[in-house]
């Protein structure tokens, strides 16, 4: 688990602003559950047989009433637990976003931590394939909104758990006659959820991998009528992507249509968004029968993609710096630096005394576009001096109750105040 510090932090709320005017311009609501969950809720959601059940949730037993829990490895079975307790989709369904932090015991790499924070997209409620595709149009969008290029889409169709059966059977064939040729995970996996084999990473399997039995020739009419309707969508709007047969996901709750968006300049763990249509999680953990599609994407591996295209600087602290020296200018500076808050402007006044050399410094480093400076004599005359930090300007002096109005010019357009008078010369030593 990591920190995040001031000036990464500030990349951190430029990406949350964008992914929230993001979601709203589709129609998502916010939707913020709690870190902890019965632990019952996801070995129910995300299967017995998964990574992320066997050996990454963060469990513990609660010493006080001896309730299991754990604290959240995701978010949708949470959404969905809160949708059928709070009884949302009574009378419409519901396009609900969540964002926040995740929990998972794993092996830490490149944008990869075990505390990590995921955007996601819920659309409950829905059946056809024309949500599924506006989730893909969505994704794409942000990537251009984040300057982001070099991610494509892998697409696939899992089909119904009917079609899924049907091929199992057959996948399980294929791997007992090639039992030999399995790596341990694979074998522990190939009576308990033989799809996760083909999810493997290992090398050495890619080829036994490449032959197994496809899911794709066991979908039905219905299920291959969804997965074209999708991909017409993709097609109408101009989205490239290709079909991987052998995407299934890493939870059992998935159907039909399943997706990711993946890079290869995240290493050899590549994927940046996963989602796909889960319609029979609700009725899993007790609900009725509701259709439902959506996607996780996790923020540190957007900031890491970011961060490739720009130089990392550090965040202005503020707008407005204000130095003071003096008795009566450092009374002044307070009603000053309040004052400028009023008028909706970000000031830091400066505290710890010094020259007004040294002041000066700080006003620099803090990142402020200007400095408001108060001396004796300014306070004497209710005055303030301004100096623009950022481009060579004159410096100019203005009575205090015009100084929020000039600052405020001079912060927003390219206008210089004319000088009520010439700054007297003033040693900085």
């Known amino acids: 688990m990591n920190d995040i510090l001031p000036d990464e932090a ?26 902890l969950e019965p632990t019952g809720l996801f070995r129910r959601a995300i299967g017995e047989a998964t990574d992320i059940v066997e050996k990454e949730m963060y469990s513990f037993v609660d010493e006080l009433n001896g309730e299991a829990l754990t604290l959240r490895p995701e978010a949708t079975a949470s959404t969905v637990r809160a949708a059928i307790q709070h009884n949302l989709l009574y009378g ?24 990590f924070h995921q955007v996601g997209a819920e659309a409950l409620g829905y059946a056809g394939p024309d949500v599924d595709a506006e989730l893909l149009l969505m994704c794409a969008r942000l990537w251009g909104d984040l300057g ?60 036994l991998i490449e032959s197994a039995p496809r899911l794709l020739d066991h979908l ?20 490239p992507y290709s079909i991987n ?16 968006w993946v890079t290869d300049r995240l290493g050899a763990q590549g994927t940046v968004c996963g989602g796909g249509r889960y319609d029979g999680l609700f009725e899993q953990i007790g609900g009725k029968p509701t259709p439902a599609c959506g996607f996780a994407m996790g923020l ?56 007004f050399k040294s002041q000066m410094k700080k006003a620099d480093a803090s990142g402020a576009v200007l400095a408001v400076i108060l001396g ?35 912060l927003f357009t390219d206008e210089e105040q004319e000088p009520v008078s010439e700054l007297p010369k003033r040693s900085l030593t």
Request: aromatic residues 6%; glycine residues 6%.
């Open 92 to 115: 419409s369904p519901q396009r609900l976003y969540y964002l926040g932090p995740m929990y998972r015991h794993e092996r830490p790499q490149k944008g990869r931590y075990r505390q």
């Open 10 to 35: 500030a990349l951190w709320e430029e990406l949350e602003e964008t992914l929230r005017s993001w979601l709203q311009s589709y129609g998502y609501r916010n939707m913020r559950t709690p870190l």
């Open 245 to 260: 047969p052998r995407m299934v996901r890493g939870l059992d709750y998935y159907n039909l249509t399943v997706f990711e």
């Open 220 to 239: 039905g009419e219905a299920s291959l009528a969804h997965f074209e309707g999708v991909q017409q969508v993709l097609k109408d709007v101009g989205i």
């Open 300 to 355: 540190e591996r957007l900031l890491a993609l970011m961060q490739e295209t720009r130089a990392l600087q550090a965040a202005a602290q503020c707008e407005v710096y204000v130095v003071h020296q003096g008795g009566a200018a450092d009374r002044m500076a307070f009603r000053v630096a309040e004052e400028l808050r009023n008028h909706g402007l970000s000031v830091m006044q400066h505290c710890g005394g010094g020259s």
């Open 148 to 207: 982001l290029d070099d991610i494509k889409l892998q697409l696939n169709s899992i089909g119904s758990p009917e079609e899924r059966l049907k091929h199992r059977a057959e996948l399980v064939q294929y791997l007992q006659a090639h039992e030999d040729e399995l790596d341990a995970d694979a074998k522990r996996r190939m009576h308990t959820n033989p799809l996760r084999v083909l999810d493997s990473k290992n090398p050495l399997m890619q080829p």
């Open 376 to 410: 004796e004599d300014e306070a004497a005359n209710d005055e303030a001096s301004v100096k623009h930090l950022r481009v060579e300007r004159g410096q100019v002096r203005v009575a205090r109750a015009s100084l929020p109005d000039t600052v405020t010019r001079l």
